[in-house]
Each structure stands twice: as structure tokens, then as C-alpha cells.
């Protein structure tokens, strides 16, 4: 039996009983739990922060957010933590799964609003059911057959005999023949890893549509052996011309059998683990958002690494790494995105970090040049209710102007957008696209 427990972002997670669970606090089984405690230590030795433990019965997520099963059998599934304590769960849903098709360019055949109001599942039914839309695709496409050599010993003689290896055949032996032949098979890299992620959706799924859509793909598909090494077979994974058809599939396979994930739970385990930092998944959320929007004259380029913030001994100490710079005719402006939710309080600074100022004056002096008239930087915040129009300008002299914006999230993709202030350098020279 599954347990779904839903949470948002820095949610406290217990195995007392909770009377009133909300999406910041919920009880777990204690098995999950211990599975918990354990993955945590696993993040922690590769640098990576999951949670904190807070006593023998607590413990606080961190700034992940995505699914977890544990072995138990309980899912978890971490929510952005824009969504109100109260809110229901599944506008929420809906702009992680737009985030993070933009972070990681998956290709997407939903059928349109009414098919994404209709789908209220976790997130790990959602990826199985776009890998299943995805095969269903591929199949209606056709899939690739190929020549297989099969080298074999018969009683008869079949294609092209082995003429070396029969002339040393032993006498008892003589009357089998060693052949080799082509057979026409469905046996390949990218069939096998398909099998294997239909079996690992058809295994796991806990929704009855994916659970039918699976059975009934792997009667299909009953031919192909699955894969014995994941890793080899998506190395030969081929691209080119006649295999251009496959490449809306391969993205979700590898996220169904562990194979692209900024992080995955690996081991003996094999539940669908899908975690992503809040805050480079937003970053690429407003990469992919502005390159939809921004005309073709101007360029984006994301995480640029031409800049230090001093030298030391004829090199550069401490590289400076914006999340994007915005060149057009001529000019430069430098974003940074930030998953943080501001208040309307001037008196407690708008909830800004001194900190993101500081980074913002290191990059305008170092990316931006002096000879530039007007130097315009800008810090990116997710909108909310009470964060929706820029803050006035802050001024850091010599020219160089920081600007607050909200980035508009929407309700459905096309609807996100970044509001820029019209006396803003950068919203009257770069216009953009009207949204669809």
C-alpha cells in the first residue's frame, strides 16, 4: 500500500502523529523516515544539502524540490514553496512541471489546458505518463528494425558457413555446421533501453491509466529484450537523420531509469527520485522564458565565466559566474535570478539579502564596461500577491542602476513573462515578443 505525502520547500517532516497535516508539516512512516536519515547522509558526502535532522523525530526538507519513494512504499513529493500553506496543491504541481521541462529542454505532446487541468498526480505519474505518450508516438512513427549477426552451431545450414571454425570442428561434431546470418530485429540499443523503461513504469505506477497504457505496450513490445547495461546502450544511442524519430524519447527514458537527473538516488533502489535545487531550476525557468520572448537581435548567454573578482599572481581569484548576460547593440546588462520571496515592506528591506546586492555590484564592475553610459543590473524574484510591479531603481553611482523585478510565473506555459518598468534602459531598447 503507497502513501503519498505532499510538502512544499523547508517543510518538517515527523514520525509522530500530526492531526492536522499542511504542506509545511506532515507525519512519515518510521521506516521512511530512516530512508530519509540515511539518503541524507549520502547527499551530504557529495556536497549536497537535502535536509537537516532535528532530534530523533524530525527533520526539515531543504530547497529541493521533486518526488521521492522510498522502499517502504511512501511517496514524497516537494513542492515549490510559492504556493500558500493553504492553496491547493496542484497549481503548484503544474509550475514545477513547466519549470522543470524548461530546465532540462524535454520535449512535451500535451494535448492542451484541459489535459493538464485533468491530471492531478505526483510528479513521478506525470513523467510516466509523458514517456508513455512519447512510446505511443514512436510506435504510430514506426519503430527501427535492424540486421543482427547471429553466429551459431546448427544441424543445418542456414545463410553463410563458417568455414575456419567448422574445419575445426571434432569428428563426433562433424554433422553441425557453424553458420553465420542477418536476422531482421527489433534488437537494439535504443529498443532494448525503451523495454526496460516500459518495464520500470509498468512495475512502479500506482495510476490505473499509466497502469493499463504500460501492459498494454509491453505486449508490443514483447520481442525486444530489455537492456543489461544502461550505461553502454545510452552511449550508443544514435542520432542522425534516420533515427530523428526517437529523439522526443530519449529524454524521458533517461529521466525514468535514472540517467538525467541533477540529482538521483542511486543504488540497489530503484524508485522514481527526482530532485531539483529551487534555485537553478528557476534560473533555467527565466533562461527559457526570455529566450522564447527576446527578439533575434539580441543574445543570451547563461553562467559566463569571463570575469574574476581579482588577480592574483597573473591569474584571476574567485570567478565571478552571473546567471545570464544580456548583449544587444552593443550594450550588456547582467541578471541574476533569485527564489525568494519578497514582502512589500520597505521598512525590513523588501526581504532583499545584502549579500545579492554586494554580487550584483562585483558583476556590474567586472562584466559590464566602464566605457557604457548606463549600466543596468537586475535582480530577478518570483511574483507574488504582494511583490507584483519592479521597486523604484537603486542607484549604485557611476552610472550603475539595480533593478528589482518580478518574473510572473502564469498558470500555464506562454503565460510567464518578466516585468520590466518602462524608464528601464533595457525594456525600451529590447522588445519583446507579445506573448501568445
Sequence with gaps: MTELVVVREYAKLTTCPVLQPTLDRASVSKSAFEYLCRLAGQFRADGAQLLEIEGSQWLRLDNFVGILETPCGTTIEILPKHVEAGASPEAARALMTRMIQAALDLPTRQVGPADLALFNAPLSEWVRRQFLTALEHLLKRGMKFDYLRIEDEQRHLRGQLDVIRQLRQPPHRAHYFHTRHDVFSLDSPENRLIRSALLRVAQSTQDPLNWRVSHELLQVLAEVPPSRDLISDFKAWRGGRLMAHYGHILPWCQLVLGQQMPLAVQGTWHGMSLLFPMEKLFERFVEATLLRQLPNTASLKRQSREAHLCNHDGRGFFQLRPDLVLEYAGQRVVLDAKWKRLTASRDHRYGISQSDFYQLFAYGHKYIDA?????????????????????????????????????????????ERLILPTEMTMAQAVKFDPLP
Excluded: C, H
Design 371 to 415: 566605457g557604457q553610459q548606463l549600466k543596468e543590473l537586475v535582480l530577478i524574484y518570483p511574483g507574488t500577491a504582494a511583490f507584483n510591479a519592479p521597486l523604484l531603481p537603486f542607484s549604485f553611482g557611476g552610472g550603475m542602476t539595480l533593478w528589482v523585478v518580478p518574473f510572473e510565473l502564469g498558470d500555464r506555459t506562454g503565460d
